[in-house]
């Protein structure tokens, strides 16, 4: 009957030794779930603050096009792209283009 209780007792002592570092196992991981939690909430706002900058910068040129639009309804501005960019000229008109000299020769 003395073994049984020694065994009984061996049993407790070994929980005893063990739970411990059954806890100590889980705290760090929560420790450890709750800096990953942390970091993975900086790398989301991060990742926010950069999409924010990008709708920004994407409200800019959408207004910019908006402006460009408006600006096509205007038909002396479209005349004047006409000129500028396709060198378009009205009819029995001439169009004299000035190329600069290279620089040191007059």
Do not use: H
């Amino acid at each position: 009957m003395e073994r049984n209780i020694e065994k009984g007792a061996g049993k407790r002592s070994w929980t005893k030794r063990v739970f411990p570092y059954f806890v100590l196992a889980e705290v760090l991981f929560l420790a450890f779930l709750a800096i990953w939690s942390r970091y993975q909430i900086r790398e989301a706002q991060k990742e926010v603050i950069k999409i924010e900058e990008e709708i920004g910068q994407l409200k800019l040129e959408n207004e910019s096009l908006k402006m460009e639009e408006k600006k096509m309804e205007d038909p002396f501005y479209i005349e004047k792209m006409a000129r500028e960019k396709l060198g378009l000229a009205r009819k029995n008109e001439v169009i004299y283009k000035i190329i600069p000299s290279p620089q040191g020769t007059r």
